[in-house]
T-cell receptor
Framework: GQNIDQPTEMTATEGAIVQINCTYQ??????LFWYQQHAGEAPTFLSY????GLEEKGRFSSFLSRSKGYSYLLLKELQMKDSASYLC????????????FGAGTTVTVRA | SQTIHQWPATLVQPVGSPLSLECTVE??????LYWYRQAAGRGLQLLFY??????ISSEVPQNLSASRPQDRQFILSSKKLLLSDSGFYLC???????????????FGAGSRLTVL
């Protein structure tokens, strides 16, 4: 299985930048996903990384280092609506059917 | 386009009562289907997944069962609910194409179950 660790909570100011780290251990890495989940709602897909490097999508970027078992999600120009839980999830090549999720990082954006 | 429907959205059930949550997917064929549970303040726990009709894989021993009577229908059931079954249940789907790029997992709106 996978061990996925991410911080429990982070707080930042509107307009600032926040970086959410995720470390994982897996026997056969086959992709890392970031999801956003607003309170009481279902998770929605944000980004996918399978090769090392940075993937940028507007205000959100995700980075992956496979050798370090490490990823981060970078949120720029924070807006109040970015207050949510951010979930890191890993897919294993030995069982492509499953995604294993971390416990999530709750980001609170303050005015 | 593909859509996923899940119901009921909210339910309150007494301990020992049965449970049935239903999920259907539209606009795709032979999807992989999943049931996850999210307890308050905790991460998503995979309960069951299915790669085809009648094929169910269980991830954790528990009081729940799943069935897939049709290609795009996935049902989560219990004969007798426990207090510990309370949580937010999420159905999800993805294309059944195996090792193929992002192949994003898409979630339904969720069913919030409170067992009293």
């Amino acid at each position: 299985g996978q061990n996925i660790d991410q911080p429990t909570e982070m707080t930042a100011t509107e307009g600032a930048i926040v970086q959410i780290n995720c470390t994982y251990q897996t026997s056969g890495f086959n992709g890392l996903f970031w999801y956003q989940q607003h309170a009481g709602e279902a998770p929605t897909f944000l980004s996918y990384n399978v090769l090392d490097g940075l993937e940028e999508k507007g205000r959100f970027s995700s980075f992956l280092s496979r050798s370090k078992g490490y990823s981060y999600l970078l949120l720029k120009e924070l807006q109040m609506k970015d207050s949510a839980s951010y979930l890191c999830a890993v897919r294993d090549v030995l069982n492509d059917y499953k995604l294993s999720f971390g416990a999530g990082t709750t980001v609170t954006v303050r005015a | 386009s593909q859509t996923i429907h899940q119901w009921p959205a909210t339910l309150v059930q007494p301990v020992g009562s049965p449970l049935s949550l239903e999920c259907t997917v539209e606009g795709t064929s032979n999807p992989n289907l999943y049931w996850y549970r999210q307890a308050a303040g905790r991460g998503l726990q995979l309960l069951f997944y299915s790669v085809g009709i009648g094929q169910i894989s269980s991830e954790v021993p528990q009081n729940l069962s799943a069935s897939r009577p049709q290609d795009r229908q996935f049902i989560l059931s219990s004969k007798k609910l426990l207090l510990s079954d309370s949580g937010f249940y999420l159905c999800a789907w993805r294309a059944g194409t195996g090792f193929s790029g992002a192949n994003v997992l898409t979630f339904g709106a969720g069913s919030r179950l409170t067992v009293l």
